[in-house]
């Protein structure tokens, strides 16, 4: 069985779920997950019972049965591959190609469980519980009550972790419109992005991807690549120039052997332009090495590669984890190429991410995703400014078990 049409949406009861899956999608609809959420209320008290329903239709296809059963064999070995690398250490190529040839132990799950894993994470959430006095006032602000001051709107953002002057900034604008628009509503139209989806996301056809060392450009990379070649079902190119760790290259490489994607080493335009020739791809992506911000002279490859390639998106990486400093200096040295988006990595390992909107804020440049964490292709989202905003305002958590 395959799923040919799949809603997500919410109701007040099981028969109203079932009822509006009917009406939506006709009646072959079934109920694929049934979650109970409470939502709405006021410090904690009179929240209501409700449900974030999947449903869809159901359709035999034994060819598309035995495409899923290699898919998900091919995302398990894509998960363990990306924990091997987790802890900080490179594996060698025999473990490398062992992984990605050793489909053995593969677990066994539905492909509704497969759709449910990927979009787990764009469910519905709880409020932060660990201040019952500051979720009480985060709830007033969320319903867009008029029973609160300009100083407990900046007193709530600073415990955020926003820098001062911006929570300062935030709350004189927000107070006069605090009537018509929640908290949240406000600060996401503060928040550029480049699209809605992952195709629009990446910004074109050929996307480079440029960071420091060690932001995670191969593992997104990665992501991205299994979720067009996967999900999209798109002819996806791997270009990789990282000539100086060869272990890099072997990684990628083998990534693009489990996702059964092209891939090429390229050093020169020559060879950029012979790859590109050589394959009719779809996307491209192209995985450079990671370099230290402060080191100009490697930095120039970047550029070489630029011309060479003229891509049509380039995606600057950085670490929701550093201070801000280091993070306006990786903006300010790497605009030795004209990037056009930022890629906000490793969210899941943050306790604030009121720097993130002080940089988007400042430095004006769209953002197209964030990642959060290993999972093969759950932790990667489109950035969405709801959905950023209420991330930064602790009205959203970035998984149910957190």
């Known amino acids: 069985m395959r799923v040919v049409k799949q809603i997500i949406y919410e109701a007040d009861t099981e028969q109203e779920a079932f009822e509006k899956a009917r009406k939506k999608l006709g009646p072959e609809a079934v109920v694929l997950s049934s979650i109970p959420v409470k939502r709405g209320g006021f410090l904690r008290l009179f929240k209501k019972r409700k449900y974030i329903v999947t449903a869809g239709i159901l359709e035999e296809e034994e060819n598309h049965k035995n495409f899923e059963q290699e898919k998900r064999d091919r995302l398990i070995a894509f998960q363990k591959l990306l924990e091997s690398t987790s802890a900080g250490s490179e594996p060698g190529e025999d473990d490398l190609w062992r992984l990605a040839n050793n489909f053995s132990d593969a677990i066994e799950f539905s492909e509704v469980a497969v759709d449910l894993l990927r979009d787990s994470c764009k469910m519905g959430q709880e409020l932060d519980d660990k201040n019952t006095e500051t979720e009480g006032l985060f709830a007033v602000l969320a319903k867009g009550s008029n029973d609160i001051s300009e100083n407990q709107i900046c007193e709530l953002l600073l415990q ?11 709350a004189r604008d927000y107070f006069p419109t605090k009537d018509d628009k929640k908290l949240d509503e406000f600060v996401a139209e503060s928040i550029p992005v480049v ?58 490489r083998t990534y693009a052997s489990i996702l059964e994607v092209p891939m090429e080493v390229v050093s020169s335009s020559s060879e950029i332009e012979k790859a590109l ?9 192209v995985d450079l090495p990671g370099r230290s911000q402060r080191d100009i002279v490697r ?26 400093p280091t993070m306006v200096d990786v903006v300010e040295k790497l605009k030795i190429v004209p990037y056009d988006a930022i890629i906000f990595t490793k969210v899941d390992e943050t306790t604030s991410l009121g720097d993130l909107f002080r940089l988007t804020k400042t430095c004006k440049v769209p953002l197209s995703y964030i990642t959060t964490g290993q999972d093969v292709p759950r932790d990667i989202e489109v950035a969405s400014p709801n959905r950023i905003a209420r991330l930064a305002l602790g009205l959203e958590r970035l998984c149910d078990n957190e």
């Open 299 to 324: 930095l120039e490859e970047y550029r070489k590669v630029y011309d060479a390639l003229c891509p049509d998106c380039v995606h600057l990486l950085i670490a929701a984890n550093v201070s801000y």
């Open 160 to 170: 955020r972790g926003f820098d001062p002057l911006i929570a300062m900034e935030t």
């Open 277 to 285: 020739n050589k394959h009719n791809a779809e996307i491209i992506l």
């Open 195 to 252: 699209g809605n989806d992952f195709i629009s996301a990446l910004g074109g056809k050929k996307a480079m991807f440029i960071g420091p060392t060690g932001v995670g450009k191969t593992t997104t990379i990665a992501k991205l690549a299994a979720i067009f070649a996967l999900w999209h079902q798109k002819k996806v190119l791997l270009l990789g120039a990282d000539t100086y760790r060869i272990a890099a290259v072997e990684q990628l």
